[in-house]
């Protein structure tokens, strides 16, 4: 009897600490680009494509921070000194960009509630993006290994995707889109009793502290539970409320309003003597 009171009392004290306990976790990401400068550009080498692509890869590693709760969190880019703005023209560079999340958005998940909000910006407009969290199909495997001191579990779900990529031949932007079946593997570890993750990703027994989908990679470098320094999670507040397909819309519209403007510029240089034409001058 006295061994069935020590096992409850142990439970319901882990069970009061998982209820409590907080934690921040660092992800580093990369994503592999999906432009594509097309073959036989005037001007443009194979090496020079292979150094276009190697500066996109750099521009998309970045540094995310996970505080979270039992119940809630929020997913934030790492705070960065703001580069001088480019100026359009000449040989200045140009900034391309196509919509998404920019820098200062804030992802924000109740797990209990099954809800998320994404403070995001559009072209420098804010928006406030609420819905439902994605339910994911989780298969759940046997298979493990270790990140950093965490025993990881594997986990993967399968969903059909349609592509869609830029190529730029002879001054022409040309959009193709494809269909595929994308499977994304996780990797999670019940040694964080919580059922999170980094961006939008949960649903499973534990801590999710690696995503592969085939295009995006996100690996937790360090956890910290219960830090010294108070975490308080926020839900944000600022931008135009919409939902998650009205955003996809509205981010759709913008992507085409920007390659229309970029093709009547005069390129964009990235140094080095490499510099993209979307026009035959």
Request: charged share 25%.
């Amino acid at each position: 009897m006295k061994t069935i009171i020590t096992i409850i009392l142990l439970s319901a004290s882990f069970f009061i600490n998982a209820q409590n306990f907080t934690g921040k976790a660092t992800y580093k990401t990369s994503s592999k680009s999906n432009i594509r400068f097309g073959e036989n550009q005037e001007g443009i080498t194979d090496k020079m494509q292979e150094e276009l692509q190697k500066r996109l890869q750099k521009m998309n590693q970045k540094t995310f921070f996970l505080e979270f709760d039992k119940f809630t969190s929020v997913y934030e880019e790492e705070e960065q000194l703001e580069a001088p703005k480019p100026q359009v023209g000449g040989n200045n560079v140009m900034v391309m960009s196509f919509g998404g999340s920019g820098n200062g958005s804030i992802y924000f998940k109740n797990i209990q509630e099954k809800r998320f909000v994404n403070q995001t910006e559009i072209m420098s407009k804010a928006f406030l993006v609420k819905d439902s969290l994605p339910k994911y199909n989780w298969e759940l495997s046997s298979e493990t290994k270790n990140i950093g001191n965490y025993t990881c579990y594997k986990a993967t779900f399968s969903r059909e995707v349609e592509n869609v990529s830029m190529s730029l031949v002879n001054g022409e932007s040309k959009e193709v889109k494809t269909k595929e079946t994308k499977v994304t593997t996780a990797w999670y570890t019940l040694q964080v009793p919580i059922s999170n993750g980094p961006s939008e990703y949960q649903g499973l027994p534990g801590l999710i502290l690696e995503i592969n989908d085939g295009t995006n990679l996100i690996v937790c470098t360090e956890i910290v539970l219960n830090p010294s320094e108070t975490i308080k999670i926020d839900e944000p507040e600022k931008g135009k409320i919409v939902s998650q397909s009205e955003y996809n819309e509205i981010q759709r519209e913008k992507n085409e309003e920007m390659m229309e403007k970029f093709k009547s510029r005069n390129g964009m240089d990235l140094g080095n003597g490499i510099k993209i034409k979307m026009s035959g001058n």
